[in-house]
């Protein structure tokens, strides 16, 4: 180790204190992969700060180091994009929220909660709860993925149908920028319009642009009343019809209405232990729905949904969660499709939108597209069709070893981006675009668009320091 370094990382230990600096290559490993091990990469140190202030001070000792530290933000490492692993080149520091998990004022006049970066959804939205209110943020990783990647990618999940991502529910932020340089954006004004919205800027932006250390969020009062079901189709054309009828019964109080493919279904069944499957034969394709409100008569609105839903043959049966326990065993069904497919092998995920009218176009097409290429692979969708965001995942043939598989699956991703393309959608709805797809931005947000995001991370990180390889494109 050069010198220089050793000098830097022995300043860093002092700044950060007992804990606070991981050196030893067997503990620092686990934060050189994602959580798919899909991508590795290299770190001189894990920085683990125990508040703002000292992460305020060691970027001050990177920035003077007289030698580049790239510095490269962790938080559960949940992501599916590469966008919080260092890469195998240059120097890296990765730094880890884990410490900072403060949680502070529960403000239920003001309908806000503060919280540190490293607070995980689950655990503020128990906060929440304990106050009467509700955080209406759900992701499958809630339980590790901290506030702090919730909002650097600006998560969307279930229940952004009716709540908005991330970025609807950020009230203020708190920031140290590359430098060192405190960037204090919490205020809770509900009205503000001196100047832009920096804080709008750092969510969904992956850690490139400053390092989000504590915010603001915006909560609702409790909802007392919730129903759920599971709804089986006789195909996918019929779920944009489902959608309209559910509309016009409940709209007002739709929380969720997640898809999941008859394939992707199966292997969750056959993956993932402990799942019950409610109906008596398979379907082609699955509807998971969520009303609630603070009335007491949602089930009388859900059973005439469905009742109509029944008779124009939209749906072909349906269950009805009668308890707490049923509904949690209803959603498992769709929390654990990432895990099953991970079980199953080898995956290529395509986490896109499309305009919701569009959905059953582009789980047509996408398919059949797919299909013609690799007529073993299977295609196993699910997703939020609410807003038009379906994760349209490809997991390895049964017969096909996955390195193979990983090898020849441009072809596939390309074939599925035409399609999204023509339907005028986007390669990168809720989970960021990480290291994972920057070489598609080029194209997908080439000319004066791209051209602008440059030059707003120039001004926040001139030397191009903060998570490199990220999001944008080499220049």
Same mark, same amino acid.
């Given at each position: 180790?050069?010198?220089?370094?050793?000098?830097?990382?022995?300043?860093l230990a002092d700044c950060l204190g007992p804990?606070?600096?991981?050196?030893?290559?067997?503990?620092?490993? #686990?934060?050189? =992969?994602?959580?798919?091990?899909?991508?590795? !990469?290299?770190?001189?140190?894990?920085?683990? #700060?125990?508040?703002?202030?000292?992460?305020?001070?060691?970027?001050?000792?990177?920035?003077?180091?007289?030698?580049?530290?790239?510095?490269?933000?962790? !938080?559960?490492?949940?992501?599916?994009?590469?966008?919080?692993?260092?890469?195998?080149?240059?120097?890296?520091?990765? *730094?880890?929220?884990?410490?900072?998990?403060?949680?502070?004022?529960?403000?239920?006049?003001? $309908?806000?909660?503060?919280?540190?970066?490293?607070?995980?959804?689950?655990?503020?939205?128990?906060?929440?709860?304990?106050?009467?209110?509700?955080? #209406?943020?759900?992701?499958?990783?809630?339980?590790?993925?901290?506030?702090?990647? *919730?909002?650097?990618?600006n998560a969307g999940g279930s229940k952004a149908?009716?709540?908005?991502?991330?970025? /609807?529910?950020?009230?203020?932020?708190?920031?140290?920028?590359?430098?060192?340089?405190?960037?204090?954006?919490?205020?809770?004004?509900?009205?503000?319009?001196?100047?832009?919205?920096?804080?709008?800027?750092?969510?969904?932006?992956?850690?490139?642009?400053?390092? @989000?250390?504590?915010?603001?969020?915006?909560?609702?009062?409790?909802?007392?009343?919730? /129903?759920?079901?599971?709804?089986?189709?006789?195909?996918?054309?019929?779920?944009l019809r489902l959608f309209r009828i559910f509309?016009?019964?409940? !709209?007002?109080?739709?929380?969720?209405?997640?898809?999941?493919?008859?394939?992707?279904?199966?292997?969750?069944?056959?993956? *993932? /232990?402990?799942?019950?499957?409610?109906?008596?034969?398979?379907? &082609?394709?699955?509807?998971?729905?969520?009303? %609630?409100?603070? +009335?007491?008569?949602?089930?009388?609105?859900?059973?005439?949904?469905?009742?109509?839903?029944?008779?124009? /043959?939209?749906?072909?049966?349906?269950?009805? %969660?009668?308890?707490?326990?049923?509904?949690?065993?209803?959603?498992?069904? =769709?929390?654990?499709?990432?895990?099953?497919? =991970?079980?199953?092998?080898?995956?290529?995920?395509?986490?896109?939108?499309?305009?919701?009218?569009?959905?059953?176009?582009?789980?047509?097409?996408?398919?059949? %597209?797919?299909?013609? @290429?690799?007529?073993?692979? =299977?295609?196993? &969708?699910?997703?939020?069709?609410?807003?038009?965001? @379906?994760?349209?995942?490809?997991? +390895?043939?049964?017969?096909?070893? $996955?390195?193979?598989?990983?090898?020849?699956?441009?072809?596939?991703?390309?074939?599925?981006?035409?399609?999204?393309?023509?339907?005028?959608?986007?390669?990168?709805?809720?989970? $960021?675009?990480?290291?994972?797809?920057?070489?598609?931005?080029?194209?997908?947000?080439?000319?004066?668009?791209?051209?602008?995001?440059?030059? @707003?991370?120039? %001004?926040?990180?001139?030397? !191009?320091?903060?998570?490199?390889?990220? *999001?944008?494109?080499?220049?």
């Open positions: 180790m050069p010198d220089n370094q050793a000098a830097v990382l022995s300043r804990g606070g600096l991981l050196t030893d290559p067997d503990q620092i490993a #686990p934060y050189c =992969r994602d959580w798919r091990s899909l991508f590795h !990469g290299t770190a001189l140190a894990v920085m683990r #700060p125990a508040d703002a202030t000292a992460l305020s001070e060691a970027l001050r000792i990177c920035a003077a180091a007289g030698t580049r530290i790239d510095i490269v933000p962790q !938080g559960g490492n949940t992501g599916l994009c590469g966008g919080a692993t260092p890469s195998g080149s240059g120097v890296n520091i990765v *730094v880890s929220f884990a410490r900072m998990n403060t949680i502070g004022e529960v403000d239920a006049t003001d $309908g806000t909660m503060i919280v540190d970066a490293g607070v995980t959804l689950a655990a503020a939205q128990d906060a929440a709860a304990a106050a009467g209110m509700v955080l #209406p943020l759900s992701i499958a990783a809630e339980g590790s993925a901290q506030i702090g990647g *919730v909002l650097a990618t149908l009716r709540y908005g991502s991330a970025r /609807e529910l950020v009230a203020g932020i708190e920031a140290i920028c590359v430098d060192g340089t405190p960037l204090n954006l919490l205020r809770s004004l509900r009205k503000d319009n001196t100047g832009y919205a920096l804080r709008q800027l750092l969510v969904g932006s992956e850690g490139t642009l400053a390092l @989000i250390t504590r915010a603001r969020l915006k909560l609702r009062p409790a909802l007392t009343a919730r /129903e759920i079901a599971l709804c089986a189709l006789p195909d996918d054309a019929s779920v509309q016009q019964h409940a !709209g007002d109080v739709l929380e969720a209405f997640e898809y999941i493919s008859g394939v992707a279904m199966d292997l969750a069944l056959t993956e *993932v /232990e402990g799942l019950n499957f409610p109906f008596s034969e398979r379907a &082609p394709c699955y509807v998971l729905l969520e009303l %609630a409100s603070r +009335q007491k008569d949602l089930r009388d609105t859900l059973e005439a949904a469905l009742e109509e839903a029944l008779e124009t /043959e939209t749906v072909v049966d349906a269950v009805l %969660a009668e308890n707490m326990t049923q509904a949690e065993a209803l959603w498992r069904l =769709r929390e654990e499709q990432s895990e099953a497919q =991970r079980l199953a092998g080898a995956s290529i995920k395509h986490d896109i939108s499309v305009p919701v009218p569009a959905v059953p176009t582009l789980l047509t097409q996408a398919t059949a %597209a797919c299909a013609a @290429i690799m007529p073993d692979v =299977r295609i196993a &969708p699910f997703g939020h069709v609410g807003d038009g965001n @379906i994760h349209f995942n490809l997991v +390895q043939p049964a017969e096909m070893e $996955g390195a193979t598989f990983l090898r020849d699956g441009k072809a596939l991703t390309d074939a599925i981006h035409r399609v999204v393309h023509d339907l005028d959608g986007s390669f990168s709805a809720e989970h $960021g675009v990480g290291q994972l797809k920057t070489d598609m931005m080029e194209t997908w947000r080439g000319g004066a668009e791209l051209a602008l995001m440059r030059r @707003i991370k120039e %001004a926040f990180d001139p030397a !191009g320091r903060l998570n490199p390889g990220k *999001v944008l494109p080499p220049a």
